[in-house]
């Protein structure tokens, strides 16, 4: 494991408990967000969040100072919500290698990222300027449009809130708090947010905590910078000379054994507890769409009022629909890039993106349709795309395969309440899901493509768990967007 640096003078910000409820400066946290677990997702490749062209690194690659260690138990379990209790990692790993196996352990300790924070920012809201950078370090980091991503539109409305966005090439995450102040230069309220910038988002989640309590300190004694400064020298990126931000993935060998087998603690917590599950039942049968949709690589935009946090686990999610674990898979189609938050100073941006999934609280971004292949306004998925249209409507095959979902998940449900079954979780269980599902598809296109007879009938169709009549538009999309163009399709499959 990467040990925490201790190369800074002043290390008041680890050391810094949270606010008893007495001292929070924020009266209730949003009941629609979920708990203290905001971990996202690994970078591994074909698994739709490699975001660097950086690639795999070595051991002496992401050795050096900044180092953070594996974050608290208390980390990853606060965010289990009331339905279950934390449970300890009582998983085995394999014993008994031979002297040229290598263990699961040491594949992931490889590619296990190091601390990288390029920036830490208090952005505030003035009454007369609106949304302003107050402070930031380096003081000539390019910091543009910030503060409209750190305080997101509408923001006003909420008491607390937590934003992940993307600022050029590199990642940030912000915390907001709104607090009530008798003062009538600030019109009653006083706005802020503490945020920070690095070229990956998966090691973020680790100063959540941090970010929400400098907030606090923010509110109710502005101007103390001192913890942000200790913490930005701590933790400061050691960037390669060329200015490319290399960012560290996990090989997909790996992966793959950790998620077939028993996974490294450390990646038990990157993605979000209780996310899935939200995910799942706030949009029920609807994430078959999104599937589909993210699969096919098309741009879906998620818009949804503050709280933005919450939202940006559902980017997070749809991403994770578009996992492929088989080799080779992929390489020619768009990269499906999580933009998280996104307002209008990102349009250019996006006009430039061919695959992405973002989310806003700018009513704006409905009009711009030529933005997205998809709009997302809360539980309503639409497109205006003709040619996507009847994708909206769920095949028999969906709402099987959703089925087949549910009835895991009450499955593992009570497993967990009657046996206290502590190693699996419903994230595991919604991510291997849809792996399994895509590499079943992609491993029957590659078989008939290697036959004799390159034509799909209804039974190979069939063996991708797909609808040889509902699903027929969406396998031609499938084969022209990855390049299956030697495959052939049985007049047989005709549109129901």
Same mark, same amino acid.
């Given at each position: 494991?990467?040990?925490?640096? #201790?190369?800074?003078?002043?290390?008041?910000?680890?050391?810094?408990e949270a606010p008893s409820s007495a001292e929070q400066p924020v009266s209730e946290r949003q009941s629609s967000s979920p708990s203290n677990s905001r971990a996202l997702g690994c970078t591994a490749p074909g698994f739709g969040w490699s975001t660097s062209p950086g690639g795999p690194t070595s051991v002496s690659e992401t050795d050096g100072g900044g180092g953070g260690g594996a974050p608290p138990a208390s980390t990853s379990a606060a965010g289990i919500g009331a339905d279950a209790a934390p449970c300890p990692d009582t998983d085995e790993h394999p014993s008994g290698l031979g002297p040229g196996d290598v263990s699961l352990d040491s594949e992931i300790v490889k590619w296990e990222e190091k601390d990288q924070i390029v920036s830490v920012f208090v952005v505030t809201f003035n009454t007369r300027s609106g949304n302003m950078l107050e402070w930031c370090l380096p003081k000539d980091m390019d910091l543009e449009g910030v503060e409209f991503k750190a305080i997101a539109s509408g923001?006003?409305?909420?008491?607390?809130?937590?934003?992940?966005?993307?600022?050029?090439?590199?990642?940030?995450?912000?915390?907001?708090?709104n607090m009530a102040v008798e003062s009538a230069v600030e019109r009653g309220a006083r706005m802020k947010s503490v945020g920070i910038l690095s070229p990956s988002y998966t090691l973020l989640y680790r100063y959540m905590s941090f970010l929400e309590h400098q907030v606090g300190l923010q509110l109710q004694n502005p101007g103390h910078y001192s913890p942000l400064e200790a913490f930005y020298e701590d933790k400061r990126a050691l960037l390669p000379p060329s200015g490319e931000e290399a960012v560290t993935a996990c090989p997909a060998n790996a992966w793959g054994a950790a998620l077939n087998h028993s996974m490294h603690p450390e990646m038990k917590i990157t993605h979000p507890a209780g996310c899935m599950s939200q995910f799942i039942r706030f949009f029920g049968e609807q994430i078959m769409v999104l599937w589909k949709m993210a699969l096919l690589r098309r741009r879906i935009l998620i818009f949804s009022p503050p709280p933005v946090g919450v939202v940006c686990y559902r980017v997070y999610?749809?991403?994770?629909?578009? %996992?492929?674990?088989l080799p080779g898979v992929g390489v020619s189609v768009p990269e499906f890039r999580p933009f998280f938050y996104v307002n209008v100073a990102d349009i250019s941006a996006l006009e430039n993106e061919l695959a992405y999934v973002a989310c806003t609280t700018e009513k704006i971004f409905e009009e711009k349709k030529d933005l997205y292949d998809v709009y997302v306004d809360n539980q309503n998925v639409k497109t205006y795309r003709e040619g996507l249209k009847p994708l909206l409507r769920l095949s028999?095959?969906?709402? #099987?395969?959703?089925?087949?979902?549910?009835? @895991?998940?009450?499955?593992?449900?009570?497993? @967990?309440?009657? %046996?206290? #079954?502590?190693?699996?979780?419903?994230?595991?269980?919604?991510?291997?899901?849809?792996?399994?599902? %895509? %590499?079943?598809?992609?491993?029957t296109l590659s078989e008939v493509a290697g036959s004799p007879d390159p034509t799909l009938t209804q039974e190979?169709?069939?063996?991708?768990?797909?609808?040889?009549?509902?699903?027929?538009?969406?396998?031609?999309?499938?084969?022209?967007?990855?390049?299956?163009?030697?495959?052939?399709?049985? #007049? @047989?499959?005709?549109?129901?």
């Open positions: 494991m990467v040990e925490r640096s #201790d190369r800074a003078p002043l290390l008041d910000w680890e050391e810094v923001s006003h409305r909420v008491t607390t809130d937590f934003i992940y966005f993307r600022k050029g090439s590199y990642f940030g995450l912000a915390c907001f708090a999610c749809c991403c994770c629909l578009a %996992n492929v674990s028999a095959a969906d709402r #099987d395969k959703y089925r087949k979902l549910t009835e @895991q998940r009450q499955m593992l449900l009570y497993s @967990q309440e009657e %046996n206290g #079954d502590c190693v699996s979780s419903e994230e595991d269980l919604f991510i291997l899901f849809f792996l399994e599902q %895509n %590499n079943r598809i992609f491993q190979s169709v069939r063996a991708m768990g797909l609808d040889p009549h509902g699903d027929r538009l969406f396998l031609l999309h499938l084969l022209e967007i990855y390049g299956y163009d030697t495959l052939l399709v049985s #007049d @047989q499959l005709c549109c129901s």
